[in-house]
């Protein structure tokens, strides 16, 4: 019998976990170092000879132009990597850490899989979600899902012993990402209530502000000049950083060293020091959490209806982190496996989904209810006005509204006579509430991306209908109706950023690439 597989493509470490027919799940430790995660880093050797993980991060300080990370940050944004002649796109380099981890798990595993399901972060809104399984379809694999890391984290919990029906706040805060959710359990099913989040709030960050800090130390003391490090000396600044601050989850104080041409120093970073530089994105997260509370209120879940904090992501092993929510919430936290939970929990999800999809069960799970992360709306002319606030969005469905979401209709009028065609354009909520306004949402098709063709000869205003459905995954369908006739129209929606030409185009570029493992 063959294997389920989760995929935790994280912003800074990735991981592979596998379902067996016996319900036991295991990280499959990678075959270069052995360790369970793989750092989401990737080295152009050439155009199509590259690495993925720890030899690209090894690279990362002598060749930093040839080297990737924090890909994640960017899914689903229009930005190209032109490198060695090849303009990647955050899609194109996710697909070969994928294409990666993909292929070291099946030598260790060295059997069929039923597919991979892939996690992305509660807060990912369409446009990333679609991106990342665009990165798994470029890369090759059969993509069942994807699943809300949170979700995940709680699907392991509930199999540990100890872990109880009840609500449940998932705190996540990983190397790029932060997510809180809010989870119903239950003994057949796991609801989630509401999700919130920054999808640019991680380890990451603190590791920024502090290497900033210690670059003006070690300037300040050395009289070097900051405009002469380079990009070099910086990446291995920030993996020192890094480490600097790992320890400092266990001792109060560390020295860093650092070397710069003649110029030299060794510089103390105290926890607490570490801890007064970073108090600002600390902040963020609670601030976050209230109003995941509050939005949680607003459904009738109180605070003290919370049982149990579970954290998951390697951030959240800062001792700033537990003692915070102690002194804003009174909550003890709890961590089960914070680097693999998600891993395991994206595994456990893609047997579920064989079972539910009629497949012989592997094990009993409850089944998982997703809700929509971000309101959506289409964006209408009230008038032809050259008003800004007369284009405005007219909302499908809203943020935290259980998925999938079936059936939602909308009737708009078309503005001319006699047109074959009509474009529409999807928005979703950009900021931290829903606008009707376009400057605050943004559009998750591209210009013409969602096209009506084949519309018969009408007067100006004739009504049509637009059908709207959401999958578990959070992915819109659309459909149109004209409604004299009730015909249904083509129609040509994408969602992704990128043109079918350029995925073609990627595709290619990613199965050309020799991956050294
Ligand atoms: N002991 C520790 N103390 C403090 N920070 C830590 C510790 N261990 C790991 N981290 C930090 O945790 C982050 C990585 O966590 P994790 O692997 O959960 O994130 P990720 O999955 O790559 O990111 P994301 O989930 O946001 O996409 C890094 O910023 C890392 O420096
Ligand atoms: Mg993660």
Redesign the pocket.
């Known amino acids: 019998m063959s294997h389920y597989l989760g995929i935790?493509?994280?912003?800074?470490?990735?991981?592979v976990a596998a379902l067996d027919a016996d319900g036991r799940v295991e990280v499959v430790p990678n075959t270069v170092t052995g360790h369970p995660?793989t750092p989401?880093i990737v080295y152009f050797q050439e155009q199509t000879d590259v690495a993925v993980g720890d030899i690209a991060r090894n690279a990362a300080v002598a060749e930093p132009e040839n080297v990737i990370s924090l890909v994640?940050r960017s899914m689903g944004e229009a930005v190209s990597y032109p490198i060695h002649g090849i303009e990647h796109t955050p899609e194109s380099i996710s697909a070969l850490i994928l294409r990666h981890l993909y292929e070291d798990a099946r030598s260790t595993l060295g059997r069929d899989d039923n597919g991979v399901v892939i996690?992305v972060?509660a807060y990912f809104g369409m446009r990333e979600t679609q991106a990342t399984v665009e990165a798994g379809t470029l890369a090759g694999l059969n993509v069942l899902a994807t699943i809300p890391?949170p979700i995940a984290a709680a699907l392991h919990y509930g199999r540990t012993p100890g872990s109880g029906e009840g609500t449940l706040l998932v705190f996540?805060?990983?190397?790029?990402?932060?997510?809180t959710s809010i989870l119903r359990i239950g003994a057949d099913a796991i609801d989630t209530v509401v999700i919130d989040g920054d999808r640019r709030l991680?380890?990451?960050d603190?590791?920024r502000r502090i290497a900033d800090w210690l670059i003006d130390e070690f300037c300040a003391r050395t009289g070097c000049d900051e405009t002469d490090l380079d990009a070099g000396f910086r990446q291995q600044l920030l993996q020192q950083t890094?480490a600097a601050?790992?320890?400092?989850?266990?001792v109060s104080t560390t020295r860093v060293p650092i070397r710069f041409g003649a110029h030299a120093a060794a510089i103390e970073l105290t926890r607490e020091k570490y801890e007064e530089l970073t108090r600002d994105l600390l902040d963020r997260t609670i601030a976050i959490v209230r109003r995941t509370l509050g939005t949680a209120a607003g459904k009738g879940i109180d605070q003290a209806d919370v049982a149990d904090v579970l954290l998951?992501?390697?951030?959240?092993?800062?001792?700033a982190v537990t003692r915070r929510l102690r002194a804003e919430f009174g909550w003890e936290g709890k961590r089960v496996d914070?680097?693999l939970a998600?891993v395991k929990g994206a595994a456990l999800y893609a047997a579920s989904l064989r079972t539910a999809q009629g497949g012989e069960p592997v094990l009993s799970l409850p089944t998982v209810r997703k809700v929509l992360p971000r309101s959506f709306g289409v964006r209408l002319d009230r008038e032809t006005s050259s008003r800004r606030e007369d284009l405005y969005i007219e909302y499908i469905a809203h943020a935290n509204d259980p998925l999938p979401i079936t059936d939602r209709r909308l009737v708009t009028y078309t503005k001319i006579a006699d047109v074959s065609e009509q474009a529409f354009h999807l928005f979703e909520q950009n900021a931290d509430v829903p606008s009707p306004v376009v400057a605050l949402n943004r559009e998750i098709t591209p210009d013409d991306g969602f096209v009506f063709t084949g519309l018969p000869s009408l007067p100006q205003g004739s009504p049509m209908t637009i059908v709207v459905n959401v999958d578990e995954d959070g992915l819109a369908h659309v459909e149109a109706y004209e409604d004299t006739t009730g015909q249904r129209l083509q129609t040509q929606v994408q969602l992704g950023v990128l043109q079918q030409d350029q995925l073609a185009e990627l595709e290619q570029a990613v199965a050309q690439v020799e991956l050294l493992h």
Not at 172 to 179: N, Y
Not at 245 to 250: A, E, I
Not at 312 to 319: R, S
């Open positions: 935790d493509l994280g912003t800074t470490n990735s991981a995660t989401s994640k996690t972060p890391e996540d805060l990983g190397g790029g990402t932060f997510d991680g380890g990451a603190w590791d890094e601050k790992v320890q400092l989850s266990q998951v992501g390697g951030a959240t092993l800062m001792p914070p680097h998600v």
